[in-house]
């Protein structure tokens, strides 16, 4: 069993900062792709940045120079440094992961979501 549980979220004023944590645990051998999406209220969720094993990042263009993805390979753990929030930016955030387990082929494992509200 796999388990991504996220922390960080919470109220901020216009432009804030906020950082997001999600630490992956259980039986797993690896991970691959890690990231983050987020769903607006009334909204579709939507990627908002995803890092590979090895580092590369991308992001969605409405969050570019604004948000940093890293991750912790070590400790199973993706960041999202989030810098210059907008009201827009309002959302629950999910955390996802590629996840190679101990027992068998790879996965798409997500958190339960954090709440993330920009409003002054």
């Known amino acids: 069993q796999v388990q991504l549980v996220e922390s960080g979220g919470g109220l901020v004023q216009p432009g804030g900062s906020l950082r997001l944590s999600c630490t992956a645990s259980?039986?797993?051998?690896?991970?691959?792709?890690m990231g983050w999406y987020r769903q607006p209220p009334g909204k579709q969720r939507e990627l908002v940045a995803a890092?590979?094993?090895?580092?590369?990042?991308n992001y969605a263009d409405s969050v570019k120079g604004r948000f940093a993805i890293s991750r912790d390979n070590a400790k199973n753990t993706v960041y999202l440094q989030m810098n210059s929030l907008k009201p827009e930016d309002t959302a629950v955030y999910y955390c996802?992961?590629?996840?190679?387990?101990?027992?068998?082929?790879?996965?798409?494992?997500w958190g339960q979501g954090t709440q993330v509200t920009v409003s002054s």
């Open positions: 890092i590979t094993s090895r580092g590369s990042t």
């Open positions: 259980g039986s797993i051998r690896s991970i691959s792709g």
């Open positions: 996802h992961a590629e996840v190679v387990p101990v027992w068998g082929p790879s996965f798409a494992s």
